[in-house]
T-cell receptor, first 115, second 109 residues
């Protein structure tokens, strides 16, 4: 399998549930990202990991908890979410996490609906 | 604040040419990216500009003017499969990508 994969593709959860999103990249990259994409809004960067170390947390609520066990895998743990958290969650990876031409490659996303 | 502006939606005819504009105000500039995103799919990388001028890749070209804070994506010989959203993003002085809201392009036969 190549590129960036995400599971599940669709998730419906109640506000009291706990679930996790998984991302895996097969590109040999060292940086991984979580984004939130809401309709007609710009992509919102949530977290950045570089060589498994978190380098960015853009004021994301604590009900979202990232985990990066190695450079190829990234998780987003979800608990006590709110309906406004319903969105498409995109994972991306890039070679080095910095530099002008460092290009991000995206997975297909998880469509999350919070009831 | 940092801002990327692009039209919300555009319509064009199959076989024609369309230009999607992007203007930006960011703290620093370290390159501009264009991505294509079909509904329900991953954004896919189209082009990268860091110097002024035109970069051509087949039917797609991207132009940059740093002095004007302006870029455009030019799509030639439009095909129905080009119906998608086109995202403009700029790397700021911290090498963080600042994203536009995207332009939804509708191609009509």
């Amino acid at each position: 399998e190549t590129g960036v994969t995400q599971t599940p593709r669709h998730l419906v959860m109640g506000m009291t549930n706990k679930k996790s999103l998984k991302c895996e990249q097969h590109l040999g990259h060292n940086a991984m990202y979580w984004y939130k994409q809401s309709a007609k809004k710009p992509l919102e960067l949530m977290f950045v990991y570089n060589f498994k170390e978190q380098t960015e947390n853009n004021s994301v609520p604590s009900r979202f908890s990232p985990e990066c066990p190695n450079s190829s895998h990234l998780f987003l743990h979800l608990h006590t979410l709110q309906p406004e958290d319903s969105a498409l969650y995109l994972c991306a990876s890039s070679q080095e996490g910095s530099g002008s031409s460092d290009t991000q490659y995206f997975g297909p996303g998880t469509r999350l609906t919070v009831l | 604040g940092q801002n990327i502006d692009q039209p919300t939606e555009m319509t064009a005819t199959e076989g024609a040419i369309v230009q999607i504009n992007c203007t930006y105000q960011t703290s620093g500039f370290n390159g501009l990216f264009w991505y294509q995103q079909h509904a329900g799919e991953a954004p896919t990388f189209l082009s990268y500009n860091v110097l002024d001028g035109l970069e051509e890749k087949g039917r797609f070209s991207s132009f940059l003017s740093r002095s004007k804070g302006y870029s455009y994506l030019l799509l030639k010989e439009l095909q129905m499969k080009d119906s998608a959203s086109y995202l403009c993003a700029v790397k700021d002085s911290n090498y963080q990508l600042i994203w536009g809201a995207g332009t939804k392009l509708i191609i009509k036969p």
